[in-house]
């Protein structure tokens, strides 16, 4: 399979350069810029990017380059920041701004560009909107690459050395704001690196299957099913490969919407014969909640209750003779990008923990066959599975699901007036075709009365 490396140099944006070229058909993973040119190459790119950042080129604590990565024989585009460090490390000359360019700029090629097939914008003299976003800028190219763009307020707004197949955009094309920035990926993967797209949800599935059968052997996997989209589509997958392997454990904690259990539940075991456990847990859940207003104390009890159930329930599994080694998560990519950070613990977006405590207390390992996707290939991966769309594209529901939509105290008449509620809210969003539309709609309970 093909493969892009990139390379992060800290902007915010660089998880949608991952998705550009997944979008053109080609896989893509992100590593931190701290990498080593060895590492790169034990993961035998067609073609590496380097993204923008923050730091200014040059700088006693800004990020590098390992010139090793430029020897490796593969094409190298520099986006922002990785244009700057291009010129830097190969002897161009840098001017920094006196004030930094942020928004929407015009850009005119001004020489032929393997990066500007295609795009009737740029001929004849044209122009194209992209959008800027950097506060130093290349003054003069180094040594062998040539001019091929330009802004009004850039003189070099790209270059290109073709001989040596590594390319330089001061903008970002990987944002919606650059018109041609689609295009422009795209030429780079198939023009330039002569990349062939095979990265499809259909060959991820058939991969994973495969991998997933190799991993678990004759051993059996437990995963917690919470009706979300993610541990649903992970317990489809895993039922394809492995079966009756796979042990489903759903918890009806009480705090669930309308119907939410059985319609998950039923469509899982109509649909798919998953050896599924459902567990009802609400008496037990409520009279832990019983006289909690406070939402973080609501979170913990909540939390600590379904790790208990949820020990419990694998210990009857393991104790009935099937060999558990395996505890299956919902791991997506965006959750181990965020998780490191080539600055360091207090760079890293957010610390992930997927099913928190389990894995060391239940000394199982771990399998996470999604962390390779983002939440749409998510969804594409289960519809190539079957799964319905009112499975995929239900709303996101939290942990401790009504509990915390329910301000005060939780009590049995005050959920029932919450999910009566909310199946309103959802009835009138499909209704209006608004479901669809926004990332989620519900209802809020306050200790409130009013006439």
């Given at each position: 399979m093909s493969k892009v490396v990139i390379l992060d140099y800290g902007s915010q944006v660089t998880q949608l350069i991952a998705r550009r070229v997944r979008e053109a058909g080609v896989y893509s993973e992100i590593h931190p810029c701290i990498v080593s040119a060895q590492d790169v190459a034990a993961l035998h790119p067609d073609a590496v990017i380097l993204s923008g950042g923050p730091a200014s080129v040059g700088e006693a604590d800004s990020p590098?380059?390992?010139?090793?990565?430029?020897?490796?024989?593969?094409?190298?585009?520099?986006?922002?920041?990785?244009?700057?460090?291009?010129?830097?490390?190969?002897?161009?000359?840098?001017?920094?701004?006196?004030?930094?360019?942020?928004?929407p700029a015009d850009f005119e090629a001004t020489a032929d560009c393997a990066l500007w097939n295609g795009i009737e914008s740029l001929k004849d003299g044209g122009s194209s909107r992209v959008w800027m976003s950097h506060g130093d800028k290349v003054k003069s190219p180094p040594p062998g690459f040539e001019v091929a763009g330009r802004t009004a307020t850039l003189d070099v707004a790209a270059m290109c050395d073709a001989g040596r197949r590594i390319y330089a955009l001061q903008f970002h094309p990987e944002v919606h704001h650059s018109e041609c920035g689609a295009q422009i990926i795209r030429n780079f993967l198939f023009d330039v690196a002569g990349i062939t797209p095979d990265w499809s949800m259909s060959s991820f599935v058939d991969n994973a299957i495969s991998r997933v059968r190799k991993a678990v052997g004759q051993s059996h996997v437990i995963c917690a099913l919470s009706g979300g989209v993610d541990s649903t589509v992970v317990a489809v997958l895993l039922n394809k490969a492995i079966g009756k392997q796979l042990h489903?454990?759903?918890?009806?904690?009480?705090?669930?919407?309308?119907?939410?259990?059985?319609?998950?539940?039923?469509?899982?075991?109509?649909?798919?014969?998953?050896?599924?456990k459902y567990v009802q847990a609400s008496e037990h859940f409520l009279g832990l909640l019983a006289g909690v207003d406070d939402p973080e104390r609501k979170r913990k009890i909540i939390g600590h209750a379904f790790i208990d159930i949820f020990e419990k329930e694998a210990s009857l599994i393991k104790a009935?003779?099937?060999?558990?080694?395996?505890?299956?998560?919902?791991?997506?990519?965006p959750d181990v990008i965020e998780s490191v950070s080539f600055k360091g613990p207090s760079a890293v977006i957010k610390?992930?923990?997927?099913?928190?405590?389990?894995?060391?207390?239940?000394?199982?390992?771990?399998?996470?066959?999604?962390?390779?996707?983002?939440?749409?290939?998510?969804?594409?991966?289960?519809?190539?599975?079957?799964?319905?769309?009112?499975?995929?594209?239900?709303?996101?529901?939290?942990?401790?699901?009504?509990?915390?939509?329910?301000?005060?105290?939780?009590?049995?008449?005050?959920?029932?007036?919450?999910?009566?509620?909310?199946?309103?809210?959802?009835?009138?969003?499909?209704?209006?075709?608004?479901?669809?539309?926004?990332?989620?709609?519900?209802?809020?309970?306050?200790?409130?009365?009013?006439?």
């Open positions: 590098g380059l390992d010139m090793g990565i430029l020897k490796l024989g593969v094409p190298v585009l520099g986006i922002c920041y990785g244009m700057q460090l291009l010129a830097h490390v190969l002897g161009g000359e840098l001017a920094q701004s006196q004030t930094r360019e942020y928004g489903c454990i759903f918890v009806d904690n009480g705090l669930l919407r309308q119907n939410e259990g059985e319609e998950v539940v039923g469509f899982l075991t109509k649909h798919f014969d998953l050896n599924l009935a003779g099937n060999d558990v080694k395996f505890l299956a998560q919902g791991t997506l990519y610390s992930h923990h997927n099913v928190s405590g389990l894995p060391e207390k239940m000394n199982m390992q771990l399998i996470e066959p999604l962390r390779e996707l983002f939440k749409d290939e998510v969804r594409a991966v289960g519809a190539e599975l079957g799964i319905a769309e009112s499975i995929l594209w239900r709303h996101p529901f939290p942990g401790p699901g009504l509990a915390i939509r329910i301000i005060g105290q939780v009590t049995r008449e005050r959920l029932q007036i919450l999910r009566l509620a909310d199946a309103i809210v959802q009835e009138e969003l499909r209704s209006s075709g608004w479901y669809g539309k926004v990332w989620q709609g519900f209802s809020v309970l306050l200790p409130l009365k009013t006439v």
